[in-house]
């Protein structure tokens, strides 16, 4: 994904006077990080939305602030889902030259004659993994062909991504991504609980300055 820059300027205002910026199609938010001062920021939302089409939890953004250049990852979003906008976003401030750990998501795409010969049923597991990377490294997504699941009992597994060099996966490699179930008696039933007792541990998450009341 191209450079993604987002224009900021610095926000005094807090608490409920927020809503009249969200009025004037302003989107509030905050920066902070590890010697970082948390810095409350307000953006355009129309712009916002549209340069962060795509983007994921693991992309690297560029936040313009007042002629400064902020490396940056989404830490939260906040959305009206009646509609369908954001209402508040919390960004975290990385450097270039320190790793970072984080959640990169897990989307399976392709075919699997598993299902389509063996009417069989794909349960996922883990949709997200945890790696620990340069910011500039950290890849948006891990995209898993299902193609390899030929027969019910085929399983592809955290230990099965291919990824750089300059990534290290943090999440136990043999945690399940998917399985092709059967459909005879519960065997996908039991495999779908399974694997949804398997939660993914989170092992490192921004947090607010508690002095903000957005």
Same mark, same amino acid.
């Given at each position: ?21 969200? *009025? ?58 009646? *509609? ?39 349960? #996922?597991?883990? #949709? ?42 943090? #999440? ?10 059967? *459909? ?31």
């Amino acid at each position: 994904m191209s450079k993604i820059v987002l224009n900021a300027e610095t926000r005094t205002v807090i608490g409920k006077q927020v809503k009249q910026l969200r *009025r004037e199609g302003k989107l509030p938010a905050v920066i902070y990080g590890h010697k970082f001062d948390p810095q409350p920021i307000t953006l355009d939302l129309r712009e916002t939305t549209k340069a962060m089409l795509g983007s994921t939890a693991s992309s690297l953004l560029t936040i313009n602030l007042n002629g400064k250049e902020l490396s940056v990852i989404v830490r939260e979003k906040q959305k009206n889902f009646i *509609r369908n906008e954001y209402i508040h976003l919390d960004f975290l401030a990385v450097s270039l030259t320190e790793k970072l750990r984080t959640t990169v998501a897990v989307v399976l795409e392709g075919e699997s004659l598993a299902v389509k010969d063996f009417d069989a049923v794909l349960v #996922t597991g883990l #949709t997200e993994v945890e790696v620990e990377a340069y910011p500039q490294d950290l890849p948006e997504k891990f995209f898993i062909d299902v193609a390899p699941l030929k027969k019910p009992g085929d399983s592809i597994a955290v230990k099965d991504l291919t990824v750089s060099d300059k990534v290290e996966i943090l #999440t136990d490699p043999d945690e399940m991504l998917v399985l092709a179930a059967g *459909r005879s008696g519960d065997a996908a039933e039991e495999a779908a609980e399974d694997l949804a007792a398997a939660e993914p541990e989170v092992v490192e998450k921004g947090k607010k300055d508690d002095n903000f009341e957005e």
